[in-house]
């Protein structure tokens, strides 16, 4: 009996493994991937953005981009959608829905989406419309968006905004400064990473930097003052000496004030052309803008201070308003003449990044005593390819840089503010942009702040 048991037994269970190989062999692993196969976006804002995408399978992803409390978010709806000739409809597989919305959409080729009524006609009272975007960032893994951070595009991902770490904590990620005054037994001295890589602490102490934003509008001036502070705080951190002016406490003659004995100068905000040798320079405060020249009567900055510039029109070559490729030439001109009252001043190099978030990472390189030249070369090539480097033309014992983006041709939306403060959609295509520059002295180092 025990025997015949056995033998059930054991042919049961190679039963087993014959099904188990056969659900194997008929459900492998690598499912198929469903294929996206077009986007559609619409900006309201820099801050409001949604996105519709269509899969193959006739399954849709609505995300809405926005800010809640200060915070950044995604709401998400999903469901199925219908495409007959050029009307699109979708239908929502949930119970609610997130943002109200058209549900019913005409296509137009090479233009996008126009809400309808449910006869296809597009309803033009209604301000639905979305563009047809072919970036191909959204076929991605994942991208970038400068407001949002870095978003992922898997479809079955519930979080589309990727958490990182804090951008910067330097008391965690930096090495620590000796106080040497303290008992060598309460600390572990490396006497070669003091020394040769970055600058004391009692060095730090000395630098003065002053922070200026000039006024955009009230949207813009809240973000980038927020960046400003992430950037105040980082320095102070680091022992620096900070001053800050922001609209409408951004008064000429206190910036003038605290300009003297100035190591580094930081400045966000309009660009203008009140230059001295070209159409280009100065600095757009809340009452007034500044000429090129008041810069260079004016200014008392400390020898070799670093003046960084960040999405200012022209400063590192493009603007805003450029409805073109400019050309090399004609962005070396506008960032030669927007560095010149400063190096006039003795200043030792002018630096420009559009690129946010972008200060503390050099601020990282340029108090370990890297060169300026090491310094632009290593944040150029994160977003760019550097187009020229040659001699600066006022002044040959330094040389000028520009950067750029090759343009890829595709329809995008930007927006510019209107003389009543309003602010405008336009549509454009995309084009060959320069946005990382500089002028000064290539083997300049956070050592020669003390010359």
């Known amino acids: 009996m025990k025997t015949y048991k056995l033998q059930q037994v054991l042919l049961f269970v190679g039963l087993l493994q014959f099904v188990s190989i056969e659900l194997v062999a008929s459900n492998p692993k690598t499912k198929p991937v469903i294929k996206l196969t077009s986007v559609f976006t619409k900006e309201t804002d820099v801050k409001n953005k949604e996105i519709l995408k269509l899969y193959e399978d006739l399954s849709y992803e609505f995300l809405f981009f926005e800010f809640y409390n200060k915070k950044p978010r995604v709401k ?46 597009i309803n033009k009272s209604s301000q639905s419309s979305y563009l047809d975007n072919k970036d191909k960032k959204y076929w991605e893994e994942t991208y970038m968006d400068s407001v ?53 602490k009692d060095s730090l102490k000395q630098i003065k930097a002053i922070i200026i934003v ?35 406490y951004d008064k000429w003659e206190a910036i003038v004030k605290a300009s003297e004995g100035a190591h580094i100068l930081i400045y966000d905000g309009h660009g203008s052309n009140q230059g001295i040798n070209y159409n280009v320079g100065g600095l757009c405060l809340t009452k007034h803008i500044y000429h090129a020249q008041d810069i260079v009567n004016e200014f008392k900055l400390h020898k070799n201070a670093v003046i960084l510039f960040h999405g200012v029109c022209n400063a590192a070559g493009s603007s805003a308003d450029d409805n073109s490729d400019i050309g090399k030439e004609e962005a070396l001109k506008r960032v030669g003449e927007y560095a010149f009252p400063f190096i006039k001043l003795n200043a030792g190099v002018y630096y420009a990044n559009n690129y946010n978030s972008s200060w503390v990472d050099f601020f990282d390189c340029f108090f370990a005593k890297k060169t300026m030249k090491k ?77």
């Open 76 to 121: 998400r709806e999903k469901g199925t959608y219908s495409l007959k000739k050029q009307k699109l409809t979708l239908k929502n597989s949930g119970k609610t829905q997130p943002k109200e919305h058209a549900e019913r959409f005409i296509i137009k080729e090479n233009d996008g989406l126009f809400a309808c009524n449910r006869f296809g006609k």
């Open 148 to 200: 949002f951070g870095e978003i992922i595009n898997d479809k079955k991902a519930t979080k589309k905004i990727i958490e990182k770490k804090p951008e910067y904590n330097p008391v965690a990620t930096l090495p620590s400064y000796i106080d040497v005054q303290k008992k060598e037994d309460d600390y572990t001295i490396d006497e070669a990473l003091l020394n040769n890589t970055f600058i004391s």
């Open 214 to 248: 000039g006024p955009v509008s009230k949207e813009e001036d809240k973000k980038t003052i927020e960046d400003q502070k992430k950037n105040a705080k980082y320095l102070r951190n680091m022992g620096v000496q900070v001053f800050e002016f922001y609209p409408p």
């Open 375 to 451: 310094i632009y070369t290593k944040e150029a090539a994160k977003y760019q390819k550097i187009e020229v480097c040659r001699k600066y033309q006022y002044d040959q014992k330094f040389e000028i840089a520009v950067a750029s983006r090759a343009g890829t041709g595709e329809t995008r939306i930007r927006y510019s503010s209107t003389k009543n403060g309003a602010w405008k959609e336009e549509k454009y295509k995309d084009f060959k942009t320069y946005d990382i520059a500089y002028v000064g002295n290539p083997n300049l180092t956070v050592v020669d702040l003390f010359k």
